[in-house]
T-cell receptor, first 109, second 109 residues
Framework: SQTIHQWPATLVQPVGSPLSLECTVE??????LYWYRQAAGRGLQLLFY??????ISSEVPQNLSASRPQDRQFILSSKKLLLSDSGFYLC????????FGQGTRLTVV | QKEVEQNSGPLSVPEGAIASLNCTYSDRGSQSFFWYRQYSGKSPELIMSIYSNGDKEDGRFTAQLNKASQYVSLLIRDSQPSDSATYLCAVDSSYKLIFGSGTRLLVRP
């Protein structure tokens, strides 16, 4: 069966520090991969999606970037975090629908 | 910008009643539609998918799709307090899964 791993579960980072969140999927090949962000009490905002290795589409211009170095690995990065980057970050995989990891609650202080 | 609209609620129903959740979408090219349940502090969980006009039933859940009206709904029969959560509607749009902001459902014992 397919599983998705996302870590860490919680993260507190100072403004201006870098960020790297990693997500891996097991049990499937060539999945679509997604990064979403959810602000407190809000819906899911699509940040990046990928349909294959090295293929990244950005939905929202901002100081975040994503990479897909391997088929089942998706990384979200930032060189310098802003206060507004705080939120619940969710990685998902799918071939049509999306199945989510446990999420990372990021607080930028 | 392709959009998915939901009433934020809260929708309050007594235990045992039918809860009706609605969603409209703007992309006429969308072919796949999903309902997710999200408990507070947790990641979304897929509960229903629907691809053709009409009704699809799974246990206490029924999804309804009307592509001509660009309308998707979710009915929850015999609502239980454990159904209290935020329900997110999601629509595919060119490899991307676009989410509504969710409807909060409260089931009163």
């Amino acid at each position: 069966s397919q599983t998705i791993h996302q870590w860490p579960a919680t993260l507190v980072q100072p403004v201006g520090s870098p960020l790297s969140l990693e997500c891996t999927v097991e049990g499937t090949s060539n999945p679509n991969l997604y990064w979403y962000r959810q602000a407190a009490g809000r819906g899911l905002q699509l940040l990046f999606y990928s349909v294959g290795i090295g293929q990244i589409s950005s939905e929202v211009p901002q100081n975040l970037s994503a990479s897909r170095p391997q088929d089942r690995q998706f990384i979200l990065s930032s060189k310098k975090l802003l206060l507004s980057d705080s939120g619940f970050y969710l990685c998902a995989w799918g071939k049509g629908e999306a199945f989510f990891g446990q999420g990372t609650r990021l607080t930028v202080v | 910008q392709k959009e998915v609209e939901q009433n934020s609620g809260p929708l309050s129903v007594p235990e045992g009643a039918i809860a009706s959740l609605n969603c409209t979408y703007s992309d006429r090219g969308s072919q796949s539609f999903f309902w997710y349940r999200q408990y507070s502090g947790k990641s979304p969980e897929l509960i229903m998918s629907i691809y053709s006009n009409g009704d699809k039933e799974d246990g206490r859940f029924t999804a309804q799709l009307n592509k001509a009206s660009q309308y998707v709904s979710l009915l929850i029969r015999d609502s239980q307090p454990s159904d209290s959560a935020t329900y997110l509607c999601a629509v595919d749009s060119s490899y991307k899964l676009i989410f509504g902001s969710g409807t909060r459902l409260l089931v009163r014992p």
